[in-house]
């Protein structure tokens, strides 16, 4: 048997990671993988990488990585020139894990001696963006993992915890060490046990962190002053365990779509009762629990 942490979507929140490696101490476990999205958002991206790197855990990109790899390239979409994160997470990481960023696959098949393989993605096959979540249909998730051979998945993204049975699928989405979004501000990770006939969940574990480092480093950064209502927004994601960010995009474009962003607009969103309507539909009625079936 092998037993198997899986982590995601840490999101440069060292703290959140520190308790979590603490807490995965007890459980004695044989590997380690990130399925991604180590950085970006919080104030922590170089260190996150370092914590991961010096322990040798398997790791693979997120898409979150790309707003650093593709932004002012040729691959970068029309539409990220106005983005204001990407110049302030380059100035985190600095060459060196920039390039080690770029190196990094996009996913891994993990081949234990004595357990069955297993597929790593941030997504899903070929696209970091897409997730598979609680309302991903049968059809759909059927259609994005035909031709994937193996038949255990960990997928992530979504920053939801969930175990799916599809067909011969067994899938997992550990939920997000760093940047919980279902109400639960605690960080979230798995522990799987793996043999031949396949893997089964250990548990489901949600490890309390202290936030206070996390905004001090955000004031001596000038998150904030540097990229504006994103910052504010996101800032306000580590506080709730909620979406902020995508809703006011999704609020604006609905409402003041020729305006540009600023504080009027950001005090108005502040001031509704109800951003639901707003929100991807998995996030709409989300609640703090392990999602099965």
């Keep these: ?13 060292l703290p959140a990671l520190e308790a979590v490696n603490k807490d995965m101490a007890q459980f004695e476990v044989d ?6 999205d180590s950085v970006n958002v919080g104030p922590f991206s170089r260190e996150a990488l370092e914590f991961v790197n010096e322990r040798n855990w398997a790791l693979i ?14 691959r970068m979409p029309a539409h990220w020139s106005a983005f204001t994160l990407p110049p302030w997470l380059r100035d985190q990481l600095g060459a060196k ?7 990094l696959p996009d996913t891994i098949s993990l081949r234990f001696a004595d357990a069955a393989p297993i597929r790593v993605f941030h997504g899903i096959p070929d ?8 309302i991903s249909t049968a059809a759909e998730v059927e259609t994005w993992l035909s031709g994937t051979p193996e038949k255990t998945i960990i997928g992530a993204h979504s920053h939801i915890p969930l175990e799916r049975h599809i067909g011969p699928r067994h899938i997992f989405n550990p939920g997000s060490v760093g940047l919980p979004l279902d109400g639960d501000q605690r960080a979230s990770y798995m522990v799987l046990d793996g043999d031949h ?9 949600r490890v309390p962190f202290d936030r206070e480092p996390i905004f001090e480093a955000f004031e001596r950064q000038r998150f904030i002053a540097r990229c504006g209502i994103a910052a504010r927004l996101l800032a306000q994601e580590f506080e709730t365990a909620r979406m902020r960010l995508w809703p006011f995009i999704q609020w604006k474009s609905a409402n003041y779509p020729d305006q ?18 707003y929100m991807p539909p998995e996030y709409r009625d989300l609640s703090p629990r392990l999602h099965r079936d």
């Design 260 to 277: 540009p962003e600023n504080l009027a607009l950001f005090d108005e969103f502040q001031r509704l009762e109800d951003t639901r309507p």
């Design 127 to 134: 696209n970091p963006w897409v997730a598979i979540t609680p």
């Design 97 to 103: 894990w920039i390039n080690f960023l770029a190196c």
């Design 197 to 205: 006939n396949g893997w089964t969940m250990f548990a489901h574990r």
């Design 61 to 74: 990109r997120g898409n979150n990585a790309f707003y650093v790899l593709d932004y002012q390239t040729p």
């Design 1 to 13: 048997m092998t037993r198997l942490a899986v982590l995601s979507d840490i999101h440069g929140n």
């Design 31 to 36: 590997h380690v993988v990130v399925a991604g």
